[in-house]
């Protein structure tokens, strides 16, 4: 279909029709532009008083003609015929300009955007004449090429984790004439640099099994600074626990998120072109977005959007080991997903069988919506009979008068660290978030508050928390974050070398809130006190004069940490 984008708001019919003609053209394919082509298009330009684009593929073909600048007649990224961070796109732009000046900044981007294989800026004489048999001469004054040049920056760290990258440049030439512009090798510049593009990004290509990142925080009124750059540091930690790549971050302050795309649409432009240029094929956003957000961005992108949540869950089902465990990061995943499926309506429809049933049918869309649905349900169950089996494992322990204490805190605290040094587990542990999600119950032995006897208790290491924890998790781990909600009191462990300890007790403390039972009474006990400052220890200390400070992998301030849990039970007790 002959259809010209942009803004048409003015046209005559037969200035429309003057460029839906265009669509007929073909050039050759070793040329970028002939100079019958390009006044043609000049001519058309001047008459309407627009800049005019007009986007080629390397057979020669007009695939695209639309009214105004590159920036307002791209083509998006999805519908692209070939799309990718290690060679062009395959389209190449034609545009006129009525200033009598190179390509600019907003034009550049759109071209790199696209990947386009070369952006033709054409500026116009504003005269010119039609010559018998519709030709046109005398529209252009000079003509300019810019493509993209692929330019390697950053080596391999020590530690082996940083790679090399290829971050797209461009290069604009000097003003030319139609003629010369015409003597242009097009498939041999084209071919060259997509040959330097794939040589840069091979090793990408070989380490596909990582995923490039770029992160995106969005810092609106009810969000302080220091907070801002703590949810932004964390969100880092979190792509890496996930087995990503951060390449950078661009940050924006808003009053309030933008409904289309959270971020608006000049920022949307500059991501893609960060994307571009890093060769980032993952965007990562530091809040949740709405289905409809997370697809605009990117149907505008041309880059795989996800939000903090999607991160967490996948971060989950790479951790979850047990059965209970995959069981909840599934139902997580599909009560997340459920509300982000698209599909296409009628084109995707199913016809039924039977009396009723003819018709349109139910759509693709609906038929994964109605399956997804019946897997929760189903998924549901199994937790809820989950949740009785623990249940009566409780009441076992209870029958037999031992005391619970659940250990509870920020995600990468050291709270199987202390379940560890305490009762000679063997839990796995790892300086990364949510590295253990399965609860994990040891009996432990600590003084009698009355008598100063051996008194048994059992310690249940849970699943760490974050700040905002996705709901679907919650309500998907409710299983297990019962073992909180019944133990008769908790750990509340604290990493305070991290420099956001003290926003990590306040997240956890709003989690414990947000439970259906309020758990039994708490002790804060601060971990790592070995790497941290004695002036922090002192804040902490004055802060918090009731609290236990120890290390528990270097072993510090155990024994008085299990005299404490010893008043801790039997406080808990004399509470009932």
């Known amino acids: 279909m002959e259809t010209i984008y942009g803004n048409l708001q003015g046209l005559k019919p037969s200035q429309l029709k003057q460029l839906k003609r265009l669509y007929h053209q073909r050039l050759p394919v070793d040329c970028i532009a002939t100079p019958e082509f390009s006044q043609r298009l000049a001519a058309i330009s001047t008459d309407i008083g627009e800049?005019?684009?007009?986007?080629?593929?390397?057979?020669g073909q007009v695939i695209r003609v639309g009214v105004g600048t590159p920036r307002q007649t791209q083509i998006p990224p999805l519908e692209l015929p070939r799309y990718g961070v290690g060679r062009?796109?395959?389209?190449?732009?034609?545009?006129?300009?009525?200033?009598?000046?190179?390509?600019?900044?907003?034009?550049l981007t759109a071209m790199a955007i696209q990947r386009l294989d070369a952006l033709v800026v054409l500026t116009l004489t504003g005269e010119g004449f039609e010559r018998r048999g519709g030709g046109a001469t005398g529209y252009v004054r000079e003509t300019y090429l810019a493509y993209l040049t692929p330019q390697a920056t950053g080596k391999a760290g020590e530690d082996g984790q940083a790679e090399e990258l290829a971050i797209a440049n461009w290069h604009v030439s000097g003003p030319m004439s139609l003629d010369l512009l015409a003597k242009q090798d097009f498939l041999n510049l084209v071919e060259g640099l997509e040959a330097e593009f794939e040589r840069q990004f091979i090793a990408r290509e070989v380490d596909g099994r990582s995923d490039c990142a770029l992160l995106v925080g969005v810092m609106t009124a009810e969000i302080d600074p220091e907070q801002f750059e703590d949810g932004l540091a964390e969100l880092a930690r979190l792509v890496d626990t996930a087995g990503g790549k951060v390449l950078g971050t661009i940050a924006q302050k808003r009053s309030r998120l933008h409904p289309q795309t959270a971020i608006g649409a000049g920022k949307v432009q500059e991501l893609a072109l960060s994307a571009q240029t890093l060769g980032a094929n993952l965007i990562v956003f530091d809040r949740d977005l709405s289905p409809a957000q997370v697809r605009n961005l990117e149907t505008q992108i041309g880059v795989r959007v996800v939000d903090r949540t999607e991160v967490i869950l996948d971060i989950f089902a790479q951790r979850a080991q047990s059965g209970a465990g995959k069981l909840q990061v599934e139902l997580a995943q599909l009560e997340y997903t459920l509300p982000r499926l698209t599909g296409r309506g009628e084109a995707m429809s199913r016809l039924g069988g039977g009396i009723g049933t003819r018709g349109p049918g139910e759509t693709k869309l609906e038929t994964e919506r109605r399956a997804i649905s019946r897997r929760i349900a189903q998924l549901q169950k199994q937790v809820d009979r989950l949740q009785a089996h623990r249940s009566r494992m409780r009441l076992q322990r209870q029958k037999q008068a031992v005391p619970s204490i659940a250990i509870v805190g920020y995600t990468n605290a050291g709270k199987s660290t202390l379940l560890n040094t305490l009762t000679s587990a063997e839990i796995y542990t790892a300086d990364q978030l949510?590295?253990?999600?399965d609860p994990t119950t040891r009996r432990c032995f600590v003084p009698d508050a009355q008598t100063g006897d051996r008194l048994a208790i059992v310690l249940t290491d849970t699943v760490g928390f974050i700040h905002e924890l996705p709901p679907s998790l919650m309500d998907a781990f409710r299983a297990t974050l019962e073992e909180v909600s019944e133990a008769d009191a908790l750990l509340h462990v604290v990493d305070l070398s991290h420099p956001a300890w003290q926003s990590h007790i306040q997240s956890v403390r709003q989690i414990l809130k947000e439970l259906p039972v309020t758990p039994g009474p708490s002790l804060i006990v601060f971990n790592k006190i070995d790497c941290v400052s004695s002036e922090a220890l002192a804040i902490a200390r004055e802060e918090f004069p009731l609290a236990a400070f120890i290390s528990a992998r270097a072993g510090l301030g155990l024994e008085t940490l299990r005299q404490r849990i010893g008043q801790l039970v039997d406080y808990a007790i004399a509470r009932e």
């Open 434 to 437: 949510f590295a253990t999600l």
């Open 88 to 107: 062009l796109s395959g389209i190449r732009c034609l545009s006129t300009q009525v200033k009598a000046e190179g390509p600019n900044q907003e034009s």
């Open 51 to 59: 800049s005019v684009c007009a986007y080629l593929n390397r057979r």
